[in-house]
């Protein structure tokens, strides 16, 4: 017997059974939920006694006041966790904030710390879907999938503008070899690629893929392909801007799967217009937090920004589903509600981030 959840199932020999149930409670409020969230939430709550709220709003300045009477909320990437929304969870006596991600960009984690207010995360659900997703774009843009499919269906058989190339030999810069990059970077092998990477701690495992590790400007300089699998920090926002474009190859493809902040989207539009930036492929978007995970399909999309970039026919844009499949989502699912009964039973997580661990672990093993 199976759940239907959207467009795939979860098979019940798939989550916690009942009889393995932990006796703890806390209230909990779930923001930013679709049907395919709270599916895998309320498997994944059967092994617990929390009580769970979902909400489809986003947690935000003017929304923050639904979780007075809580002891938890549970938010996801384009949530807002700045230091009024936290002061505000503060004073309504909210314990734990469980992000259902491994990034925690958007939370502020020196604030919450002097609150009291305890923030976990997931630090890994599933790398290879992220991965798998970054291939995809890849993919997509040099053989012109899109494009092709769009013809084929309308009748139009003819190979004009299709033309593409041989991944075998092709040079690719992987920028963040943590758990999502190592797992490209191992595909990519598999093709034959040339790999370079940047990360300040070189991992073990891509060196044995035959990675060379190199500096940031030879990266962009020898790289046919580019793929960023960094978090966002203060020295990764808008790590590719105008100088840095300006060091790369005539028509490099760079692939984006992270944060969408990691890219200066009006520069990759000057790129894309002057024809340095050859193909660009987007699961994440800076401004998106107002569009993702939203139908708008019968709306004028309010973003003019977004709205260029949509009407070149060497970009493809996702809507930061990169994670998006049943092994990922039960994995979250499952962390997320582990992490809050151990924070309510031991007072500890060892998914826990603070202000003081944004260290060398958490940027080096995190996804995002």
């Known amino acids: 017997m199976t759940n239907q959840l959207g467009d795939f199932a979860i098979s019940k020999h798939e989550t916690h ?5 932990v006796d703890t409670t806390m209230k909990i409020l779930v923001f930013s939920t679709k049907p395919y969230d709270r599916e895998c939430l309320e498997d994944a709550r059967l092994a617990f006694s929390h009580e769970v709220t979902y909400l489809d709003a986003r947690l935000t300045e003017a929304t923050v006041d639904l979780a007075k009477g809580y002891d938890a909320v ?12 936290l002061q505000t969870l503060a004073k309504h006596e909210v314990k734990v904030i469980a992000l259902r991600c491994a990034g925690f960009n958007n939370v502020d984690l020196a604030t919450a710390q002097s609150l009291g207010i305890q923030v976990v995360r997931v630090p890994a659900y599933s790398p290879h879907a992220v991965a798998e997703h970054a291939v995809g774009l890849v993919l997509t843009l040099n053989r012109k999938l899109h494009r092709a499919y769009g013809r084929v269906r309308d009748g139009n058989f003819y190979l004009g503008g299709l033309l593409g190339f041989d991944m075998d030999g092709r040079t690719v810069g992987v920028i963040g070899t943590g758990q999502i990059g190592t797992v490209f970077s191992r595909i990519m092998e598999g093709f034959g690629c040339k790999l370079l990477g940047y990360d300040k701690f070189p991992n073990d495992k891509c060196h044995e893929l035959g990675m060379e590790y190199v500096a940031l400007p030879r990266l962009f300089a020898e790289s046919d392909i580019i793929s960023l699998h960094c ?11 105008e100088s840095t474009i300006a060091q790369m190859k005539e028509g490099v493809m760079i692939i984006n799967t992270s944060r969408g902040a990691v890219i200066d989207t009006q520069a990759v539009i000057a790129g894309l217009k002057s024809g340095k930036v050859g193909h660009l492929g987007l699961d994440v ?32 844009i996702t809507g930061h589903q990169a994670f998006f499949t049943r092994d990922a989502l039960q994995c979250i699912a499952e962390t997320t509600m582990r992490n809050i ?28």
Request: hydrophobic share 35%.
């Open 341 to 368: 009964t151990d924070v309510e039973t031991n007072g500890t997580c060892t998914n826990e981030v603070t202000a003081g661990s944004v260290t060398k672990s958490a940027i080096k093993h995190g996804q995002t």
């Open 17 to 21: 059974r009942a009889s393995e149930k």
């Open 285 to 316: 978007y800076e401004e998106e937090a107002d569009v993702f995970f939203e139908d708008l399909s019968n709306q004028v999309i309010p973003d003019d920004t977004l709205s260029r970039l949509l009407t070149f026919p060497n970009v493809v």
């Open 231 to 241: 978090p966002l920090t203060p020295d990764t926002h808008h790590l590719i801007d």
């Open 74 to 85: 549970c938010v996801f990437v384009n949530d807002q966790l700045n230091a009024i929304v």
